[in-house]
């Protein structure tokens, strides 16, 4: 050793030097380690081991501490593993457990060295090489070293089986079949006398069952023992984790362990198991009422304490309290609001939580006000957090917190003009599908959307224009709620728009055809009706309702109520009526309410708007100026979108200012056209738009005969080496609905059909008929009047018969309220599609490691006969079948319990017997495996026997009954009844 | 796993000491100590020691110039975490009589080396200041 010594001290003084050299270094360090790396790549090939060592030991340093390569001297590092001084061992051994991994090549050569330094009888190199095994262990490693460490596991020298233990968790991860052999051993080390044992096995214990609980069950009362007697505070802490877990599993065990752990927390001084304690009480037993009071008690100290350590988990254990407790959360709510003005955004994180858990029906509104007013003052991060909660708690199963709709969608529209907003397209998502959803909210909806659109400001604000996408959408869709359309238009049309992205801008436009449509529709509806009017001027309204019930049919009262005052054109009208015409509009339904509603509702914004033709013209010139430019645009969307609009005015523009100036006779007949055209188009987009469940496309069958992948090939085929646009920004059915527009367009003189989706499907079914090759079968029933991207996809993959579905739902759905139309403010009906639209959660499924490891734990405990090695290996299907069979056990165990009770005075002697005579048979296994390991293995035998004394008598019988293999296989699944 | 990893940073945010107890390819562990050492070091002494990141919860502690800082499984206690921090300290502190950052950096080994007596596996197992420091100083002495 005293060569060693100067050895030692020569090479320290070099990774001094390295060091030291380092510290010297203020610029150019990469260079200075460059070159010693080159030292270090001379110096380790070198034949004296000294210099070898010296240099992989400054490698080892410059790999932990520099971040640099070391895996080209994996080889090196075998080398000096094998090394006979201890010195040139050690760093070694460091150097392999830091930079070695499964799929390092030269692992297989240090199997030998390991055996020999597991065997050694210096224990330091056996805890070297036991160390460097729990690192790197691989299936191979730990396979061949198995029988080495069940020796190490009942060593003598305490150091040694420490490592034992703590080398196991990682062995039975990698290889399971371990478990066999070194199970039973690894659980006397549990009831080991010497705290350091109990405490290193317990925690192997707390990781094992962290994964698998059910499996460790059968230990439950050792674990118990522990629990109640141990003084160690690191080891309660484990075996309560242990606990956390296995009550879960087995409710009797809970009523046993409740009481424990309350004393622990009460008489405890140390906060770290008190927190544990807290914590088991209020994730595993929160059905025993008293111990949860006794766990808020103690929460509620640890929240008023000063320690922001103390007041973050405080908060965090009221927030896992809150599921099933609120009340320990409302006890505690001024600590919590004051907490979100805490110093540190952690604390604050966790005390929103909290808010939005308190959040019911009631007092969502002040709450998020409340919310909405720190989200102000705060600072972005923190700003986004806020409104993200909101949003997703008040989104939450369908806004089932949300009564007032109205006061929602404003809030929205209030959170959108927070100035560090970035939650635009949670915002839109919720716009969009509120408006689907409720349409009650409609008219709400369309005020906040058009204040968020004529606002240029927020135009400029790429965070915002997801929203405004949004409100476009809502405004153009639900026009007929606008108190004003031309200005509408006008925001829809102002010129900070070319701010906006493309798409979004795509959507802007096709609004603004749709207001535009509304604005014509309203319009034309107006001349007839005056005409009409003036035609039987004797009875006025009369002729009004006669020429109005041509088209409205059963809701006369609705309808002339309307009507009357719409003759009345000199002011005095009732500004609340549109609104009480729009409340009773959702509730009609068919497609005849839609007619009704279109005209209904224009005649409420008629009053106060007046379309006239000036007015008209000057929006017809609106949309020319805005969109001139854009027809030639490069943006595809945007070029398509603006011709489409501005063909439809040349064609409508023929007709129109023709059509002005003429008398009242030739009126009608002049018209006839344009207000066809325009009938047609508002027919389209005044069709109703629902949400669509997630599993729409799969109930739609498949046609017989259908070749997906056939055409696709021939597409292939066809185009060659044509990319395929994968992520453009439009899907595939949008030029489609162009197309079907200008069809429309264009066949407008021979119609005859007023059901545009009818027609137009018929043509596209011609269409498909020649080019039906390139079409995918889903795409063909989309309707035209949405243009709006997430719905518009959601659609594509719908077909028709669906759709017809899902409308009878929401008419059927919208004929509630009818019935019971008094209440003061009822909580409008909110669209939900029976199934589908919940996201389903996969079950994580265990790996087959972990599997075969819980296999292996259940046969080695419930004593299930062993199966060779061979088989299990393989993670096959038998392995799973018998897994099934055991959990199969387990559920049946509560009544083998109740049995056992009454015919066996002491069954928990039964269980730790049958797992002993199961060690007993692997003993036996082993000994035809190594003869060598007999004498050890019954000196070992004997020893236990000498612990258990005071048991010995009930195990003896346990014994004799275990002789017989029947006997093994009753008792396998016993629990011990000392959980009743 | 319990304990994941355990770095020691100084304040300039130069890593002195880093263990993993998986295994991680140089460039997730220089991402990983990149990630934490500026979520760790930007908070200052009146915020809570606990940071959550990624899947797993950091608990540190700064001692003069230099962080510890233990990467844990979220079910661990963070208190036990903090006490073990604590206890790590006192180790060196009673090795080589108030430690400092030198120490570590030139006793990168024997840190190692305290470090693997306490903890196997992401487990603790040793929780006694004599039992963890009786090898090294027996290997002091013998060599």
Not at chain 1, 226 to 244: C, E, G, R
Not at chain 1, 502 to 527: D, E, N, T
Not at chain 1, 812 to 823: A, F, G, I, R, T
């Amino acid at each position: 050793m005293a060569g060693s010594s100067i050895m030692e001290t020569l090479f320290q003084r070099t990774l001094d030097d390295i060091i030291k050299g380092l510290r010297l270094q203020l610029i150019g360090e990469s260079a200075f380690i460059s070159k010693a790396m080159e030292e270090i790549r001379r110096e380790i090939k070198s034949t004296d081991p000294h210099t070898k060592s010296t240099a992989l030991q400054k490698l080892t340093y410059f790999n932990s501490v520099h971040g640099l390569d070391m895996s080209w001297a994996a080889f090196h590092v075998v080398e000096v593993i094998g090394s006979s001084r201890f010195a040139h061992k050690k760093i070694g051994y460091l150097a392999a457990s830091q930079s070695f991994h499964d799929g390092t090549d030269v692992m297989l050569l240090i199997t030998n060295q390991l055996r020999k330094d597991l065997t050694s009888t210096n224990e330091f190199e056996v805890s070297l090489a036991l160390e460097c095994l729990s690192r790197i262990a691989t299936l191979d490693l730990a396979r061949d070293l198995t029988p080495e460490i069940f020796t190490l596991l009942s060593s003598s020298k305490n150091l040694v089986r420490k490592k034992a233990i703590g080398v196991i968790l990682r062995v039975f991860g990698v290889y399971p079949d371990a478990v066999r052999v070194c199970f039973k051993r690894l659980v006397e080390n549990l009831e080991s006398p010497d705290p350091q044992m109990v405490s290193a096995t317990v925690g192997v214990f707390c990781e094992l069952a962290s994964k698998d609980p059910g499996s460790y069950l059968p230990l439950a009362p050792e674990f118990y023992k522990i629990l109640v007697d141990s003084k160690n505070n690191w080891i309660l802490i484990k075996v309560m984790k242990i606990f956390a877990k296995l009550v879960q599993l087995e409710p009797r065990l809970a009523k046993r362990v409740v009481e424990p752990i309350c004393e622990h927390m009460a008489r405890t001084g140390a906060k770290s198991l008190m927190f544990e304690c807290v914590r088991t009480i209020v994730t595993s037993l929160a059905e025993y009422e008293s111990a949860v009071k006794l766990a808020v008690v103690k929460i509620r100290e640890l929240l008023i304490d000063d320690d922001p350590n103390l007041k973050y988990l405080g908060l965090q254990a009221l927030s896992i309290v809150a599921s099933k407790h609120l009340w320990a959360v409302l006890e505690n709510k001024e600590v919590v609001i004051k907490s979100l003005s805490d110093a540190d955004p952690n604390i604050k994180l966790e005390s929103l939580r909290l808010v939005m858990a308190m959040v019911s029906d009631s007092n969502v509104s002040e709450i998020s006000r409340v919310l909405v007013n720190y989200a102000l003052k705060s600072d972005p991060e923190f700003c986004n957090e806020i409104l993200g909660s909101i949003l997703s708690t008040c989104g939450r199963n369908f806004y089932e917190k949300i009564i007032d709709f109205d006061w929602y969608v404003s809030l929205l529209g209030e959170m959108s003009r927070i100035p560090h907003c970035q939650k635009g397209e949670e915002v839109e998502n919720q716009f969009i599908d509120i408006g689907m959803r409720v349409k009650d909210v409609r008219p709400e909806l369309v005020r906040v959307a058009r204040d968020l659109l004529i606002d240029p400001a927020l135009l400029g604000n790429p965070f915002l224009n997801r929203i405004l996408s949004a409100a476009a959408w809502v405004s153009g869709e639900y026009v007929e709620f606008s108190k004003n359309p031309f200005e509408l238009m006008e925001a829809l049309l102002q010129p900070r728009t070319s701010l906006l992205s493309p798409s979004i801008r795509a959507v802007y436009i096709h609004s603004a055809f749709k207001v535009l449509i509304f604005c014509l529709h309203s319009y034309f509806f107006q001349r007839k009706t005056i005409a009409s009017s003036s035609l039987s001027s004797n009875d006025l309204a009369q002729g009004v309702s006669d020429s109005v019930s041509v088209r409205e049919s059963p809701k006369g009262s609705g309808s002339a109520t309307c009507e009357a005052p719409a003759n009345e054109l000199d002011g005095g009208f009732n500004p609340r009526i549109p609104s009480q015409l729009s409340k009773d509009i959702p509730t009609g339904n068919g497609d005849d309410m839609i007619v009704t509603h279109g005209q209904t509702s224009s005649f409420a914004s008629l009053e106060k708007n007046s379309f006239t033709e000036d007015s008209i013209s000057n929006l017809l010139n609106l949309i020319e100026m805005a969109l001139g430019p854009l027809s030639v645009s490069h943006e595809i969307e945007l070029q398509e979108r603006a011709r489409n609009i501005l063909g439809f005015i040349e064609l409508i523009k023929q007709e129109i200012p023709g059509s002005l100036d003429q008398g009242e006779g030739n009126f009608e007949r002049e018209q006839l056209k344009a207000s066809e055209v325009i009938n047609v188009m508002r027919d389209a987009f005044s069709k109703e738009l629902g949400p669509v469940s997630i599993s729409a496309q799969e109930r739609v069958p498949v046609p017989d005969g259908l070749m997906l992948n056939e055409n696709l090939c021939d597409l292939e085929k066809i185009c060659g080496d044509v990319q395929l646009p994968s992520t453009s920004s439009f899907s595939l059915g949008t030029p489609h609905s162009k197309e079907k527009i200008g069809v429309s367009l264009l066949n407008l003189q021979s119609k005859e059909e007023s059901e545009p989706s009818t027609e137009s499907t018929s043509l596209l079914a011609e269409h498909r008929k020649r080019h039906g090759l390139y079409y995918l079968s889903s795409e063909k029933n989309e309707i035209s009047s949405t243009d709006y991207p997430p719905a518009n996809e959601m659609k594509l993959q719908d077909d028709l018969h669906d759709d017809a579905e899902d409308l009878v739902k929401l008419t059927e759905q919208s004929l509630v309220p009818k019935k019971k139309p008094n209440h003061a403010k009822p909580r409008p009906v909110v669209v939900r599609l029976d199934e589908g639209d919940e996201v389903s959660i996969v079950a994580k499924k265990p790996d087959s490691k972990d599997d075969l490891l819980s296999g292996a734990v259940r046969d080695v405990l419930f004593g299930n006969e062993a199966i060779p090695t061979s088989s299990r290996r393989n993670p096959s299907d038998k392995s799973s079948s018998k897994r099934k069979g055991k959990e199969k056990v387990n559920i049946d165990l509560p009544s083998e319990l109740k049995e056992n009770l009454g015919d066996e005075e002491k069954p928990d002697l039964g269980n730790p017997s049958s797992r002993r005579s199961k060690h007993r048979t692997h003993g036996k296994e082993r000994r035809h495996r190594s003869p060598g390991k007999n004498d050890e293995e019954r000196e070992e035998n004997v020893q236990k026997e000498k612990q258990k004394s005071s048991h010995r008598h009930g195990r003896h019988k346990a014994r004799q009954r275990a002789d017989g293999p029947l006997n093994v296989v009753a008792q396998a699944a016993v629990i011990p009844d000392f959980l009743l | 796993m319990g304990i994941r990893f355990i770095l020691m940073v100084n304040k300039q945010g130069q890593t002195r000491l880093a263990q993993y107890y998986e295994y991680l390819t140089l460039e997730e562990r220089r991402a990983l100590e990149g990630e934490i050492v500026r979520k760790c070091l930007a908070r200052n002494e009146q915020q809570c020691s606990f940071v959550e990141h990624r899947n797993y919860k950091i608990v540190y502690r700064r001692y003069a110039s230099l962080f510890f800082l233990v990467g844990v499984d979220n079910d661990e206690n963070e208190l036990a975490i903090l006490e073990f921090i604590h206890l790590l300290v006192e180790t060196m502190d009673r090795h080589f009589g108030n430690v400092c950052e030198l120490d570590i950096m030139f006793h990168l080994e024997k840190a190692h080396f305290m470090l693997e007596e306490m903890v196997m596996n992401g487990c603790i197992v040793e929780t006694s200041k004599s039992n963890i420091l009786s090898p090294i100083q027996l290997m002091d002495k013998t060599s």
